[in-house]
Nanobody, 115 residues
Framework: QPQLVESGGGLVQAGGSLRLSCTVS????????MGWYRQAPGKQRELVAL???????NYADSVKGRFIISRDNAKNTAYLEMNGLNPDDTAVYYC?????????WGQGTQVTVSS
């Protein structure tokens, strides 16, 4: 069972930036697709961004132009750079490792954006 450990969350003012990291161990990271999801209080978990094993990226409309997903296979780490944060971005952010029908989740990191 691989381990996914997120870090980089915290409290930030509206308009600010944060960079989340997800470090993976116990699996060959480079062959897996990575994703970032978030869940706000009282809401369902939603997709934020995806990056394939080959580096193709997809974003939710709500974060396009503000967030950037990337990966460093040499470090077994995926990143989510978040700019122009607003209170609607407040949520627990989870990283996700997936391939075909198998997926793994991190424990989540809290991001809080104050107005």
């Amino acid at each position: 069972q691989p381990q996914l450990v997120e870090s980089g969350g915290g409290l930030v003012q509206a308009g600010g930036s944060l960079r989340l990291s997800c470090t993976v161990s116990g699996i060959i990271f480079s062959v897996w697709h990575m994703g970032w999801y978030r869940q706000a209080p009282g809401k369902q978990r939603e997709l934020v961004a995806l990056i394939s094993q080959s580096g193709n990226r997809n974003y939710a409309d709500s974060v396009k132009g503000r967030f950037i997903i990337s990966r460093d296979n040499a470090k077994n780490t995926a990143y989510l750079e978040m700019n122009g944060l607003n209170p609607d971005d407040t949520a627990v952010y989870y990283c996700n490792l997936h391939r075909t029908s198998t997926e793994y989740w991190g424990q989540g990191t809290q991001v809080t954006v104050s107005s």
